[in-house]
């Protein structure tokens, strides 16, 4: 139970030797595409789930901004993917940053929406 204190922080230290900035340069679209998917994919997996719950859209919207903050498991199959040779240092380096911009903007986005509406998700 205690060991993940002890783990975690290596893990972090090893993506992070592994991160390469330049890469992001070589072909900016890459990032811009998986940044993009990223957002969608959870809004829209979000919003798809409308007719099985009962939370209107702004609960919906809430919701999504939330599933955006959420980058360990991402980081984690980035780095597993990476170091078997299944994805380029481009698109590792671009998931990575993706995690990083996703966990960034969550409190822009849904600080506004809960400062409006402080008992939206009661």
Same mark, same amino acid.
């Given at each position: *139970?205690?060991?993940?204190?002890?783990?975690?922080?290596?893990?972090?230290?090893?993506?992070?030797?592994?991160?390469?900035?330049?890469?992001?340069?070589?072909?900016? *679209?890459?990032?811009? #595409?998986? #940044?993009?998917?990223? /957002?969608?994919?959870?809004?829209?997996?979000? /919003?798809?789930? *409308?007719?099985?719950?009962?939370?209107?859209?702004?609960?919906?919207? $809430?919701?999504?901004?939330?599933?955006?903050?959420?980058?360990?498991? +991402?980081?984690?199959?980035?780095?597993?993917?990476?170091?078997?040779?299944? #994805?380029?240092? +481009?698109?590792?380096?671009?998931? $990575?940053?993706?995690?990083?911009?996703?966990?960034?903007? /969550?409190?822009?986005?849904?600080?506004?929406?809960?400062?409006?509406?402080?008992?939206?998700?009661?």
């Amino acid at each position: *139970k205690y060991l993940f204190i002890f783990v975690i922080p290596f893990f972090f230290v090893s993506m992070g030797l592994n991160f390469d900035p330049s890469a992001l340069w070589v072909n900016p *679209k890459i990032l811009i #595409i998986i #940044i993009s998917i990223a /957002f969608l994919g959870k809004f829209i997996g979000t /919003f798809l789930s *409308k007719p099985f719950t009962k939370l209107n859209w702004k609960k919906l919207y $809430i919701v999504g901004c939330a599933m955006n903050s959420r980058g360990a498991i +991402e980081l984690a199959l980035a780095l597993i993917a990476f170091r078997t040779n299944l #994805i380029p240092i +481009e698109i590792y380096s671009g998931l $990575i940053m993706m995690t990083l911009i996703t966990t960034i903007i /969550f409190p822009f986005l849904i600080v506004p929406l809960i400062k409006k509406n402080p008992k939206i998700m009661n």
